[in-house]
């Protein structure tokens, strides 16, 4: 891939003999820092240079030929996806890339580290390795601009996304290899040459949007019939909308699924929605003057409907947070634009398709009396018209509360569940931070909905490995690490708890996922056991808190482990007598008064009853110096455990504390697991195996069932001798587990935080749990059992969306998690079946609407606009079929409004 590069091999290692090194002694601290090969490289580094000019200057004509043969030929070039871990992160990396640039940067991120040589005799590789790949990315510029101006005749529009990714992949490449070479800012070249390519990013950025809307105007939303307001005749008698509308949905759909599959995620959203606001930019226009005829204002209604709901489904994909999609911000430019330009549709339909006498009833003051009138001005200093995000209220009532649209912190837990789901299903990335946000957000009313409903409907519990995943993705600049592959999933709740005893700020959100765990589906039988529990039929719950609790006990494990080493070492007399003489030569003096005492000491044998008891000893003690530092978080839920309402069926614990019954039976487990004691020979095992049951009995007590094991009867006759020194330190363990300091910690959620804090909140928590290994893998598998059971979630939600209706998709009736295919784009079948998913007319034309309280609302229009839209109504141009009653209205308000014939 780099070329010839075996002369750099050669020059490297003929050079070696030759090379004299300075003792540590001698070299100054600067060059004791550096690497010994660096004063290998020095003294052949004009060689280097040289090499490493003509690879990169051979590589880069050879890729560049190929490139422009595969673009004259095909008109497409060859890709390359990058690697999976890659994509989108701090910088914004697309998913592919053109394969000449990946090979390109292969090259130079191979030697790069010769560029990075910083002793001063060496700056003519690095000053070659810049000289060689500086042109080459500039050419590239000329190529991509050569590409984007053939589009859309001469260029597919997959390959002008190719171009686009590649471009921002460039620039990004640029920026780190900048950073990397750590030179004066006046002069790096490479730093120029970002800003170049910063440029020619935004400059791909609006050809792409400015081709797609000419596209949009001059072909995809033209339709002569369907447009014709003024025909009498219904448009196919009412049964269905615009086919402009249908080709706009289908177009910009689309547009969407290629432009996120093939940019940056952030880049791509941005995008998006840019061609989005220049579309309803369009019709906008058109619909605000149209003049339709009555046949004509049932189809008028429907394509609104459409165009609004549409935009609903749009904004989940587009929108990366949850607080730009009702944050009315001037920051957030065109989502504001998008908002404005739907409240416009909004006051459209509505001046439009309202019966006459809501027109009449609202506006026969004139427009002073309507702002005089308005309940929801608004002082959020969008002026008089109420706010941009209204409009969703509106369109989507049960999901947009009409009181709580304003912000996301407010909004009920069931919609801002549904909101977040959304968000995370249709994120065209793994959106870590929304999955983070959805388990803490609300007291993790999200995992406990999921966890508790789906109780009955697992089947099963194995979540499979798909190729995003795997364990090398082989994609470009993949460093061939093991990735977290998805592990066999056991226990269901167990990665919500991972996620929310790690990383959360509040100390009461276990507890509380974990008490509704056990009031749905265990009713607390693992108190009531007599017997040491078998990990196979341990219940959900006590997953969740085994993996912190191992955590605590396992210093106390390690040490007991090594007292019993100890112990049972093998005896020294037998190693003295197989000694002839000692290591320095000397005989060794077998005294009759010395050593046979040893003998006698050393080879008395211990009695098993003995060494579990003083390990028994040994493990209190460790318990009682370490119970002060137990994690608050489990504190916690010992002592919220004690408060729940069956405390009844907790009478037979043993010392009267639930949390001491969990670490005793967390010991047990820990003391008889293989992966703990297998540095321990067999006879070791099993007393170890001894010491876990006696300690079980002991923490946990022998239950009320008559005693059988022999382990238990000796634990029941320890706890009846009633020994001061363990009396004194349980107590202690005791007193401390159940005082009720822990009941004093509250809830820091609150409803006044702003939404932007909570984001910015989670995104700090989310690059701690990355960090972690199990806690990453917890979290891939909690976005798969949300991304997998999307329908099942909503509907168990009880949210009734108006665009999940109009989808008419069905959801799992069951809860899975076998990972399902959702790569599928048959765009054909999307096609033929378009007039049954969005375009549901005979739905659409009459979705309920309360046209008094949407007319009595803040339109966002001025006196202009709401002149225009009534003048182009058809009861204001034609009176011919009215009674005299609507004449009368419609006369009156002409002239409140100043209408005359002529306006219409």
């Known amino acids: 891939m780099l070329g010839d590069t075996s002369n750099l091999k050669i020059l490297i290692d003929e050079s070696q003999p030759s090379c004299s090194f300075a003792s ?12 010994d090969w660096e004063h290998i490289v020095r003294p052949i580094a004009p060689d280097i240079a040289t090499a ?10 050879r890729i560049a030929e190929g490139s422009n043969n595969d673009y004259i030929t095909s008109d497409t070039f060859p890709i390359a996806y990058l690697c999976n871990d890659l994509r989108g992160g701090r910088l914004d990396f697309p998913k592919i890339t053109i394969m000449h640039t990946a090979t390109l940067f292969e090259a130079a991120t191979k030697l790069i580290p010769l560029a990075l040589l910083s002793d001063k005799q060496c700056t003519e590789i690095r000053a070659a390795f810049i000289d060689a790949i500086v042109p080459a990315l500039r050419s590239e510029i000329q190529l991509h601009t050569q590409v984007i101006g053939d ?4 260029c597919l529009w997959k390959t002008a996304y190719s171009v686009f990714a590649t471009a921002s992949f460039l620039r990004n490449m640029i920026l780190h290899h900048s950073n990397s070479l750590e030179t004066d800012e006046s002069r790096n070249p490479l730093l120029l040459l970002y800003r170049q390519y910063c440029e020619h990013v935004e400059f791909i950025d609006a050809q792409i949007i400015q081709k797609h809307t000419i596209q949009l105007q001059t072909s995809i939303m033209h339709d002569a019939e369907s447009n014709n307001w003024m025909d009498a005749k219904a448009f196919y008698e009412g049964q269905r909308g615009s086919f402009a509308v249908e080709m706009w949905y289908f177009y910009i759909l689309n547009t969407v699924e290629d432009i996120l599959a093939y940019l940056p995620p952030k880049l791509g959203q ?19 003057q149209g003049k339709p005829s009555d046949q004509r204002v049932v189809q008028f209604r429907a394509d609104i409907y459409v165009i609004l709901l549409a935009t609903v489904k749009f904004l989940y994909i587009l929108c990366p947070v949850p607080s730009i999609l009702l944050d009315t911000s001037p920051n957030y430019q065109v989502y504001l634009t998008i908002h404005n330009h739907c409240n416009a549709l909004l006051s459209t339909v509505a001046l439009m398709a309202s019966p006459l006498r809501e027109i009449y009833n609202n506006f026969r003051f004139g427009f002073s009396g309507k702002q005089e009138d308005s309940p929801n001005l608004s002082n959020s200093g969008f002026g008089i018209h109420g706010y941009p995000s209204q409009w969703l209220h509106w369109i989507e009532p049960s999901v947009f509360p009409l009181e709580h649209v304003k912000t996301f912190s407010q909004l009920p837990k069931e919609i801002t ?21 959805s388990i803490l957000l609300n007291g993790t009313f999200l995992p406990s909905l999921i966890v508790e409903k789906a109780y009955n409907d697992i089947h099963s519990l194995k979540l499979e490995t798909d190729d995003t995943h795997s364990s090398n993705c082989n994609g470009v600049l993949c460093m061939n690490h093991h990735l ?12 919500f708890s991972n996620i929310i005893i790690r990383c959360s700020p509040d100390l009461t959100l276990f507890s509380q996922f974990l008490i509704a765990i056990i009031r749905k589906v265990d009713n607390y039988t693992i108190f009531n056991c007599d017997e040491p529990p078998e990990w196979c039929v341990l219940p959900m719950w006590y997953h969740c808190i085994h993996s912190p609790l191992s955590e605590f006990v396992e210093p106390m494990i390690n040490a007991t482990l090594t007292e019993l080493e100890n112990i049972l070492r093998p005896q020294i007399s037998e190693f003295k007598r197989s000694l002839k003489e000692l290591p320095c030569g000397c005989k060794l003096r077998r005294g009759v008064n010395s050593f046979s005492v040893d003998v006698a000491v050393l080879d008395k044998p211990v009695k098993e009853e003995n060494i579990i008891l003083e390990l028994t000893k040994l493990v209190v003690g460790y318990l009682h110096g370490a119970i002060s530092s137990c994690p608050a978080v489990l504190a916690i839920c010992f002592k919220k455990m004690h408060l729940i309402e069956d405390i009844e069926e907790l009478s037979d614990i043993s010392h009267n504390c639930i949390g001491l019954h969990l670490i005793g039976i967390c010991f047990y487990l820990c003391f008889t697991d293989p992966t703990v004691t297998a540095r321990l020979p067999s006879n070791q095992q099993d007393i170890c195996s001894d ?6 009995y002991t923490f946990c007590g022998t239950g009320s069932k008559p005693i059988k094991s022999q382990m238990a009867r000796q634990a029941q006759q320890f706890l009846d001798s009633r020994c001061s020194w363990f009396t004194h330190k349980m107590d202690s363990i005791v007193s401390h587990l159940c005082s009720d300091k822990w009941l004093k910690c509250k809830s820091h959620q609150s409803d006044e935080v702003p939404i932007e804090f909570i984001e910015h909140q989670m995104t700090s928590l989310t690059c701690q749990i990355l960090r972690s290994g199990s806690a990453k893998v917890s979290l891939d598998q909690v976005y798969r059992i949300i991304k997998d059971n999307r329908s099942w979630i909503i509907r168990h939600l009880g949210i009734s969306s108006r665009v999940d209706h109009q989808e008419s998709t069905t959801g799992n009736e069951k809860f899975t998690i076998i990972p399902t295919n959702m790569n599928e784009n048959n765009r054909s079948k999307k096609f033929v079946g378009i007039n049954s998913e969005y375009f549901s007319y005979r739905g659409l034309r009459d979705m309920p609407m309360d046209w008094g309280e949407l007319l009595a609302s803040d339109l966002g229009l001025g006196y202009s606009g709401i002149r225009n839209i009534l003048a182009n109504r058809p009861d204001f141009r034609d009176d011919t079929n009215m009674d005299d009653v609507a004449r009368a209205m419609v006369s009156e308000l002409k002239t409140v409004y100043r209408i005359s014939d002529l306006d219409g």
């Open 151 to 154: 589009l859309p005749k001469h």
């Open 24 to 35: 540590d002694e001698t070299r100054s601290p600067k060059s004791r820092e550096m690497w």
């Open 417 to 437: 569940s549904y909101l977040l789901v959304n968000l995370i299903t249709k994120s065209p990335t793994t959106p870590y931070s929304l999955v983070v946000m």
């Open 52 to 61: 490493i000019q003509s690879t990169l200057d051979a590589l880069c004509e």
């Open 691 to 696: 010491l876990a049951e006696f300690i079980f």
């Open 270 to 288: 941005t995008t998006c929605l840019k061609i989005l606001s220049e579309s309803l930019d369009m019709l906008v226009h058109r619909y605000s």
């Open 484 to 495: 977290d592959s998805y592990s066999e999933l056991t226990n269901l709740a167990f990665p």
